[in-house]
């Protein structure tokens, strides 16, 4: 059996690009590791009519909606992918080969997560990596930037939005210039050099950051900007062009620059939230049953 697409990753975006292919009476392997992004988040944000919904159940309600149509979703990885003559080639985690005509990467990314003692407590509660999608829980609470250099500088301004209680906490050197450095003071935005000892608190919500030498900073909240990676290998070794943000560059129709490859969610782009991954799943699916209806048309007519 050759799948019309294979998409893999079983994330927003991919579910919802596998839901609209299986209503356009597409063929459809979805193969999902089972890793996600907000694994450690009790809900999620921002999503109309799914605000504050608790993601293992939106996930769990989506591939429901998936069966009506046909598609077929497997709980397992993909280990590698080739280009064939006839579209692609993928070898899933248990050594089972499946072909495809197009091929869709919803793989998202992996944050890079602070290492400082005692994180595992408070990640996905009280310390995040996006404002937008939890920042308006900690508003008007003393909340710390972790990071350095212009990102730091530029969350740290972003998120006077949330709070005027706002430290940037660098671990080490700020590398923040003279000029970030004398804005961020008159904006009441103390900045900490010290190097961090560990994260305190009660359950999941943060009370301190103890740094080297025993100074503490009272502090419910922090926000990273430490970056992140590609959670998976699968568009570098197709060759995919990425941007300077280190996300797959695609067009306004998710299209990567390898012919027959398309990325949607936080793998590409910038934008990452779970209504955006998801909206981009449903376009990259239009074109898709677009692409594969023109190629119907010029064989049936050949």
């Given at each position: 059996m050759i799948y019309d697409a294979v998409i893999v990753g079983g994330g927003?975006?991919?579910l919802s690009c596998g839901l609209v292919l299986g209503r356009s009476c597409r063929t459809v392997l979805v193969c999902d590791s089972g890793e996600y992004r907000n694994a450690a988040s009790g809900a999620m944000h921002g999503f109309l009519t799914r605000d504050?919904?608790?993601?293992?159940e939106f996930l769990e309600t989506a591939r429901e909606q998936l069966k009506p149509y046909g598609v077929e979703y497997r709980r397992i990885g993909v280990t590698s992918v080739?280009?064939?003559d006839d579209g692609f080639r993928a070898v899933l985690a248990d050594s089972a080969e499946v072909a495809s005509r197009k091929l869709v990467l919803a793989t998202g990314v992996i944050d890079r997560v602070p290492q400082i003692d005692g994180i595992e407590q408070f990640y996905g509660k009280s310390?995040?990596?996006?404002?937008?999608c939890d920042g308006w829980e900690h508003r008007g609470q003393s909340i710390a930037v972790y990071g350095r250099g212009?990102?730091?500088?530029?969350?740290?301004?972003?998120?006077l939005v949330w709070s005027r209680n706002i430290a940037i906490v660098s671990d080490?050197?700020?590398e923040l210039t003279g000029e970030q450095q004398q804005e961020l003071a008159r904006l009441l935005v103390t900045?900490?050099?010290n190097g961090v000892l560990r994260l305190e608190g009660t359950g999941e919500k943060l009370e301190r950051i103890l740094f080297d030498g025993g100074a503490q900073l009272p502090c419910q909240a922090i926000f990273f900007c430490t970056g992140q990676d590609q959670r998976c290998d699968l568009p570098d070794k197709l060759g995919c062009v990425f941007n300077r943000k280190g996300t797959v560059d695609t067009d306004r129709w998710e299209r990567s620059n390898v012919p027959g490859v398309?990325?949607?969610g936080d793998a590409s782009k910038n934008v990452q939230f779970v209504v955006v991954a998801a909206a981009e799943g449903a376009i990259a699916a239009q074109r898709i049953n677009a692409d594969l209806a023109a190629e119907d048309i010029t064989r049936m007519l050949s």
């Open positions: 927003p975006a991919g504050c919904m608790n993601p293992v080739e280009k064939t310390v995040h990596h996006c404002p937008y212009k990102s730091a500088y530029l969350l740290a301004r972003e998120m080490g050197p700020s900045v900490h050099e398309y990325v949607i």
